[in-house]
């Protein structure tokens, strides 16, 4: 009978190889690799897991080739500290901050904040920007893969990961978006007069009840009331007159500028004459100077904008453009009624030398602006609009008037007449069509009468 050979001793592992070992807690194989000693004596250690031991050992071997290249990734740095470290190196507008962390804080961390940066992977990308395309427009995602591209991209500059997964991935189509707007000629000149303290839009008083004593309203042919109220499903509405100085409700009458101390926003007229008859940026016109405004010679010159820099979007926004009649006469009352504010702020006054201002000379923010563009077009009866969608209405404008495709782009300040021809294609497709109307005033309108088996006209 044959004894049994016995056991070969264990080889124990050489100097250098990495540690394997199960991991009885997680209940997987657990690799580590040893990086020497830091300056008080601890031992430095990566680890990885996964669920087999082939699995972990290349796991050890990918982590080998990065730390010959140089990265470091801390093992509980997630893609939320990665994007939270690109957003807190920026400077700059803080509208624009607010924007890029609203977008994170509302999709991007709920969703993949939580997953560690070393294990982010380009299917883990792609989930993500097909899961939030559900919801979401195309725009929208563009920005978000943008902010995700942005911050590993800053995580690559201080090694801290090898490949940035993001940039290899494709943008899902999204959901529809919201259009932007441009006003008709009508509704234009209706917020043109409303500016100009002669409001439009509302042409009857009503009563939206049957008690004696309730408050009159100003209100639309479609009955919408000035005030903005609510009215209820089958409520009698009256119509007691057409003079809309018997309006007794306080709302009413302050959004149309009836009483002298609620009609603030009729100083403001010259900022919707440029708006809606040059195009420029809420942001240049917030940032307007007196020193850049021409009124002998009847130019403009749009040189500064409300950025961080106070420089123009683009080197092709920064122009010099004639004033309409309009602007002028518009742009010197209003030189006139800055004065006056001036005098009655006294020291209180913030010399900027801005033409829109605040009545102590501080700059509008955004928020301010869009607040009192969208409360006059509501005194003009024409709804909510945003003011950038004055610049959409003065392309709109130019476009449907024969101005050629080039001015309106040197007119707005765009890059080139691209931007001009994909970001307001749905406002300049009359323009693009009115060349059929020159061919056939050029060549003649063919009525047909040259067709084989046409009847000939006696």
């Known amino acids: 009978m044959s004894r049994p050979r016995p056991a070969e001793p264990r080889r124990r592992r050489e100097r250098g190889d990495d540690g394997i070992s199960w991991d009885k807690i997680n209940k997987c194989y657990m690799g580590t690799i040893s990086l020497g000693y830091d300056d008080a004596g601890k031992r430095l250690r990566r680890t990885v897991r996964g669920k087999t031991k082939q699995e972990v050992k290349d796991k050890l071997d990918e982590l080998h080739d990065d730390i010959k290249a140089g990265i470091w990734t801390p093992a509980t740095y997630t893609v939320k500290q990665c994007v939270m470290d690109w957003l807190d190196s920026l400077e700059l507008d ?114 939206v009840s049957q008690g004696k004593y309730a408050a009159t309203h100003a209100a639309t042919e479609t009955d919408e009331l000035a005030c903005g109220t609510w009215t209820r499903l089958g409520a009698p509405i009256t119509e007691v007159g057409t003079d809309l100085a018997a309006t007794t409700c306080r709302f009413c009458r302050a959004a149309l500028g009836l009483d002298a101390e609620a009609n603030a926003n009729r100083r403001l007229e010259a900022l919707f004459v440029l708006s809606i008859t040059l195009g420029l940026r809420p942001g240049e016109l917030r940032k307007l100077g007196w020193d850049h405004v021409d009124l002998a010679n009847g130019v403009i010159h749009v040189w500064r904008s409300a950025s961080r820099t106070g420089d123009v979007k683009t080197p092709k926004s920064k122009r010099s453009l004639v004033l309409p009649q309009r602007a002028i006469v518009a742009l010197e009352a209003h030189k006139r009624r800055q004065a006056a504010e001036r005098l009655a702020a006294g020291a209180a006054w913030h010399d900027e030398n801005l033409v829109f201002c605040h009545e102590d000379g501080r700059m509008y923010t955004s928020d301010a602006l869009n607040w009192r563009f969208g409360k006059m077009t509501k005194r003009a009866g024409i709804g909510h609009w945003h003011a950038h ?30 931007v001009t021809e994909t970001v307001y294609r749905h406002v300049i497709v009359p323009a693009i069509r009115g060349g059929a109307t020159v061919m056939d005033n050029v060549f003649g309108a063919d009525d047909g009468d040259d067709q084989p088996g046409a009847a000939a006209k006696p």
Do not use: C
């Not at 902010?147 to 590993?152: E, K, P, Q």
């Not at 209405?393 to 691209?418: C, F, R, W």
């Open 389 to 418: 969608e004055g610049r959409h209405t003065a392309v709109s404008i130019m476009s449907s008037n024969g101005v050629p495709l080039q001015e309106i782009s040197d007119t707005v300040g765009h890059k080139s007449t691209h």
């Open 94 to 207: 803080p509208h624009t901050m607010a924007t890029y962390r609203g977008q994170a804080e509302k999709w991007i961390y709920p969703k993949i904040g939580a997953k560690k940066l070393a294990e982010f992977k380009a299917t883990d990308a792609e989930r993500f920007l097909r899961d939030v395309a559900k919801v979401l427009s195309k725009s929208s995602l563009v920005k978000i893969k943008s902010t995700l591209v942005r911050s590993i991209r800053r995580a690559q500059k201080y090694d801290l990961i090898g490949r940035n997964v993001a940039e290899l991935v494709d943008l899902p189509q999204g959901q529809p978006g919201h259009p932007s707007r441009a006003m008709t000629e009508e509704q234009a000149s209706k917020v043109l007069q409303a500016a100009g303290g002669r409001p439009t839009g509302f042409a009857k008083v009503v009563k």
